[in-house]
């Protein structure tokens, strides 16, 4: 049996939601296990959101939102911009590897960008191996 990593992604409903939806649309391949959760920001997501996913096995999580400039509430993604440098730090000392964290900026018309992205961190993951909480299930 192949590995295949648990994805949590938090996506902006305005942009990186849209973004999944048009690669779908467009049929982008991209891997089945991304589980998306529609927020209505990505400012939206609290760090602690992130640290709970990794906690209970998430073997990897994604905050997508709008490009800068272009967020719906106007400073949102500058907002977890600022969030997510400290969360980085966070998620080490949790003792979390980091790169199980991303964050992209990810518009409603980049179906293909988010098809890219998922398949990219993705085989990232699959090189790092399942979540230690998971206990190597």
């Given at each position: ?25 467009l049929?982008?391949?991209?891997p ?25 096995g998430?073997?990897?999580?994604l905050?997508g939102g ?36 991303r964050?992209?900026?990810i ?16 085989k990232?993951?699959a ?11």
């Open positions: 049996m192949t590995y295949s990593p648990n994805i949590i992604g938090f996506a902006c409903q305005w942009c990186t939601y849209a973004g999944a939806d048009l690669a779908g649309n049929r982008c391949k991209y089945p296990t991304v589980k998306l959760i529609k927020v209505p920001c990505s400012g939206r997501v609290e760090p602690e959101h992130v640290l709970e996913a990794l906690a209970r998430a073997d990897g999580v905050i709008c490009h800068y400039g272009d967020c719906h509430y106007k400073e949102g993604n500058y907002k977890t911009s600022r969030r997510m440098t400290v969360l980085k730090k966070l998620i080490e000392d949790s003792g979390h590897d980091p790169r199980r964290f964050l992209e900026w518009s409603g018309a980049e179906g293909k960008k988010f098809a890219e992205v998922m398949d990219e961190f993705t990232e993951l090189e790092l191996g399942p979540n230690p909480v998971k206990g190597g299930n």
